[in-house]
């Protein structure tokens, strides 16, 4: 349950910042569930360590064009509460300095607002491009209110061939390029080795390659046609991402979907959660060359899609979750069918579980391959399976309750080893806990109806939410502008916080292991590359 009295330690913040001398401009404001603090650009590098001090975790960070000034924004969270942390930027030129020598997970975030918004981030150690890949001009920002949405007439982009990946020298080092376009049909990133033998010394990687002008295609969209974009933000996360944009929406709006809408969202977050663990499961077996689990896992993966698309009209869910509730509410009918998939699922689940626990040649390819250490994993601020493989113990569902998992108990499984077996393990207990929850919720499902009207907030309008998809957390957040229409729109996948963590934890491993590693962690390209 929601602990009703948050933000206890806030007084005790602000002094904190006071005594310090930081010129804090707002600290009244609200944006549910989370407080806002304005402060001077010039403080904002004391800001970030003073909450790095606080133990706070960060989250995000994005910024708005206000034509003659920017707004950088940075989300950070402390036991369940949300700080969104904002300053002004001079929008000729905007300098702000960089957080990332103590948050190392603003690396990415801070090199995608620079090469989207041309802002300077003073002290980051990494001045290379990494969302740009020459599609534009260097010196032009796509994020800005003077960049059509169609671009500026480039009919050709240069081939992204001069990178400058870090070079490794020495005795013996060589470098194995990989991708960016792959054998198979996942989306293309580049990954590039410096390996000694088979043993690999470094391991760099470099996305960006699908970006698909996400936050630019938000721009001037009403809350409907918001939605749906929002659920493709990462394919294999709609209603995750859907759900966050509509929470957003809903809460900038002050309106509540109904008890049933969020008990069906919950519903299907958890399908949705469900689907990708079984297939996770199976292909990182299948890595290894142990295709029983891959058949296995495929096949059951396939009737719980079915199962979704009886229910909900739809394999992934796609387009499910509206602003206001949900677009189909299923029948009686289909409600008990899924809770007969629930139980059946479960028993199959724990008999092939049980299975692999017993394969010694499993074991010895999986254990103690790609650890990721706990200091790292929380250095990194990784999330979902891959942090809680690595003793996170962080759950928006239990740690930050939305409805209606403010009204459930959640449990939350956590393992200490870090390694390809662990976030294999976890993603199986994470499954059985989301069937549980389903359970729960279709054994007690609220009547009434499962979509409400909606009517658009007023100009300027704001919402924040964090809600808990499969992968982990997922920060959105949306402004209005006139008419109901969007101003901005920011999605922050979990990728963003779990690709590093490949990096760090393929070090020391065989070049033939990086497959599994990579597959262990399983970043969305897509959710990566906004």
């Known amino acids: 349950m929601h602990d009703s009295t948050r ?14 001398d930081l010129r804090i401009e707002d600290a009244d ?34 910024a708005e064009d206000a034509d003659e000034r920017l707004r950088l924004n940075s989300c950070l969270e402390f036991h369940g509460d949300y700080l969104l942390a904002r300053c002004w930027l001079d929008a000729e030129a905007p300098r702000a300095a960089s957080w990332v020598s103590f948050y190392p997970a603003a690396d990415c975030p801070e090199r995608h607002a620079r090469d989207l918004y041309g802002i300077h981030f003073e002290g980051h150690f990494d001045e290379r491009r990494w969302t740009r890949h020459k599609g534009w001009g260097a010196d032009r920002y796509p994020l800005r209110k003077d960049f059509p949405l169609a671009g500026q007439g480039e009919e050709f982009c240069p081939p992204d061939v001069d990178y400058p990946f870090v070079q490794a020298q020495g005795s013996g080092v060589y470098e194995i390029p990989v991708g960016p376009i792959h054998a198979g049909i996942i989306e293309p990133g580049h990954f590039r080795f410096q390996a000694v033998g088979e043993a690999v010394l470094n391991l760099e990687r470099h996305l960006g390659y699908t970006h698909k002008g996400i936050e630019k295609l938000g721009e001037g969209r009403d809350a409907a046609a918001l939605a749906r974009l929002a659920g493709r933000v990462s394919g294999d996360t709609t209603i995750g991402h859907a759900w966050a944009a509509c929470m957003a929406m809903e809460r900038a709006a002050g309106r509540e979907p109904s008890p049933r809408a969020v008990a069906l969202r919950a519903v299907m977050a958890e399908r949705e959660r469900v689907a990708n663990h079984l297939g996770d499961i199976g292909a990182v077996c299948n890595d290894v060359g142990f295709a029983f689990a891959h058949y296995q896992l495929s096949r059951l993966r396939e009737h719980w899609l079915r199962g979704s698309l009886d229910a909900f009209g739809h394999r992934l869910m796609m387009d499910r979750v509206i602003p206001g509730g ?101 993603r199986a207990e994470e499954a059985f806990a989301s069937l549980n929850l389903q359970e729960a919720l279709l054994s007690d499902l609220p009547g009434g109806d499962a979509k409400n009207s909606w009517v658009g907030p007023g100009e300027g309008a704001e919402g924040f939410a964090a809600v808990e998809g499969w992968r982990g957390e997922i920060v959105t ?6 008419e109901g229409r969007v101003e901005r729109f920011y999605p922050r996948d979990p990728s963003w916080l779990n690709w590093p963590a490949i990096d760090h934890l393929i070090r020391g491993n065989i070049v033939p292991d990086f497959p599994v590693c990579n597959k262990s962690v399983n970043g969305s390209y897509s959710g990566q590359d906004l």
């Open 477 to 482: 957040y949306v402004k209005f502008g006139r």
């Open 29 to 62: 404001r609200q944006l549910p569930p989370a407080r806002v603090l304005s402060v001077s650009v010039s403080d904002w590098l004391a800001l970030g360590r003073e909450a790095k001090a606080w133990g706070m975790r960060w989250s995000a960070l994005w």
């Open 7 to 20: 933000f206890g330690w806030w007084p005790a913040f602000l002094q904190r910042l006071r005594a310090e």
């Open 326 to 426: 949900v677009a189909v509410d299923p029948t009686p009918e289909a409600v008990d069918r899924m809770l007969v998939h629930v139980d059946a699922l479960r028993r199959e689940l724990r008999g092939i579980m049980t299975i692999l626990a017993g394969q010694e040649s499993l074991r010895d390819r999986l254990e103690t391959t790609g650890v990721l250490h706990p200091t790292i994993a929380e250095e990194l601020g990784c999330l979902g399976y891959v942090g809680r493989a690595s003793g996170r113990r962080f759950d928006v569902r239990r740690d930050a309750p939305y409805a209606p998992y403010d009204m459930l108990d959640v449990s939350i499984p956590v393992f200490e080893e870090g390694d390809v077996s662990a976030r294999m393990r976890i």
